[in-house]
């Protein structure tokens, strides 16, 4: 089992930046896939961006250009670091993780894009 623990959420302007951390509880090595995931008001969760492999990445077509996907192995934590934010962007954004056939969410952190 996995716990995944999510921080870096917050108030941003328009064109800011934040970046999201999430630290999980065991070797990320062992993690099949770990990425982000949002979901705004009204809206069904949809993938930020993710990692297939400890070195494939995977990103949604609004997030490109905009977001990139790192990790940290040393501190079993993965970021996404957020430029160029839009309004459309607010949302609460999840933290994901599939190990051993088993998908596990963080608690989710609130982002607010707004002036």
């Known amino acids: 089992q996995v716990q995944l623990v999510e921080s870096g959420g917050g108030l941003v302007q328009p064109g800011g930046s934040l970046k999201l951390s999430c630290a999980a509880s065991?070797?990320?090595?062992?993690?099949?896939?770990m990425g982000w995931y949002r979901q705004a008001p009204g809206k069904e969760r949809e993938m930020v961006a993710r990692?297939?492999?400890?070195?494939?990445?995977t990103y949604a077509e609004f997030a490109k250009g905009r977001f990139i996907i790192s990790r940290d192995n040393a501190k079993n934590t993965v970021y996404l670091q957020m430029n160029r934010l839009k309004p459309e962007d607010t949302a609460v954004y999840y933290c994901?993780?599939?190990?051993?056939?088993?998908?596990?969410w963080g608690q989710g952190t609130q982002v607010t894009v707004s002036s």
């Open positions: 994901n993780s599939l190990y051993r056939g088993a998908n596990t």
């Open positions: 065991r070797s990320m090595f062992s993690i099949n896939v």
């Open positions: 990692f297939t492999s400890s070195i494939t990445t």
